[in-house]
């Protein structure tokens, strides 16, 4: 078992930035690609991007590229999601997932059932 837990969300204005985390325990961190996924209200969840185990690989949703980068600390169990020049459009719960899958050429986990593990979620807030 992994258990996850966010933390870091709160009421921004837009064009702001936000760095959100996720701590790991229980099984090897290292042993598992991160990603990230969205739901806003009345919305269904989307993914927003991924990190390999190793940290030297992300792959992004076209909705965060440019502008959110994930980044992880494996000596920390942690996974980051830093956010730039937010939009209101970004409001959403987010949460952190783990999996098993790699990142194999352009092949990568992007469907939920495609993770093993999650968290519980931390809600952003964009203001115009």
């Known amino acids: 078992q992994v258990q996850l837990v966010e933390s870091g969300g709160g009421l921004v204005q837009a064009g702001a930035s936000l760095r959100i985390s996720c701590a790991a325990s229980?099984?090897?961190?290292?042993?598992?690609?991160m990603g990230w996924f969205r739901q806003a209200p009345g919305k269904e969840r989307e993914f927003v991007g991924v990190?390999?185990?190793?940290?030297?690989?992300?792959v992004y949703a076209y909705s965060a590229k440019g502008r959110f980068i994930i980044s992880r600390d494996n000596a920390k169990n942690t996974v980051y999601l830093q956010m730039n020049n937010l939009k209101t459009e970004d409001t959403a719960d987010y949460y952190c997932?783990?999996?098993?899958?790699?990142?194999?050429?352009?092949?990568?986990?992007?469907?939920?059932?495609?993770?093993?593990?999650w968290g519980q979620g931390t809600q952003v807030t964009v203001s115009s």
């Open positions: 997932a783990a999996t098993n899958r790699a990142l194999v050429g352009s092949a990568y986990p992007r469907g939920e059932d495609e993770y093993d593990y």
């Open positions: 229980g099984r090897t961190f290292s042993n598992y690609a």
């Open positions: 990190i390999n185990r190793t940290g030297g690989r992300q």
